[in-house]
């Protein structure tokens, strides 16, 4: 745990689970580019949450931060392995055949990572994937996921990760990430894009032009 101008940096417990869910379906559903243009709610967006928070407490590898004084979490870093066990990846993809307005956004992510993984072998262990990031519109331009995510990345390789990736849809975080030493690997351009004929992300501002998928290699 570090402590720093009033704000928590920690690993993600029980303890602050629901507040964590309560904090990513926020910043997901009122900010992110293609949750917001495919205008997923709160309530379609919450079984997603709670089924990666849920995970993430059983995992210990993500980050959380919170305002010391009020306890509120007000900022997020989910990671996971790359390399899931075959029952979780059994509900996750039943999870998301229920949620029938979030499929173009696990679409773009698994087209990613599919690239990704193409000739390459990689076993449990190696690759450490954040899979969710954000903070709370209130506390941006402070240097807070900066900080969060250079105590998540040393987390990783003290556990022997070899590399990091993340898929990033917004263009203030793909600098961000270019700054913090990833690399561009895959993309997938929003105007391009089509989902069972239709595109589905052609109103997401002009600025953010593309889905990538970046790698930092320890």
Known sequence: MLEKDGIIYELL???????????????????????????????????????????????????????????????????EDLIQEPDFQESYHRLFQEIVKIQPLIDVVDKLEEKYLENQKITKGEVFHMFLGGIQQSYEHRGIPEIALKELLESAQKRNYMSAIIEVSGINSQRNMLQAGFQEKFSIDYQDYTYEGKRVFAGIPKINKKCILMEKIF
Do not use: H, W
Request: charged share 30%; with cysteine; aromatic share 10%.
């Open 13 to 79: 417990q029980e303890k602050d689970l629901e507040k964590t869910i309560a904090c990513v379906t926020d910043v997901f559903t009122s900010r992110e580019p293609l949750t917001t243009a495919l205008e997923l709610t709160q309530d379609e967006f919450y079984p997603f949450a709670k089924m990666f928070c849920d995970k993430a407490v059983e995992d210990q590898l993500s980050y959380i931060t919170k305002n010391t004084a009020t306890d509120e979490v007000i900022g997020f870093l989910i990671a």
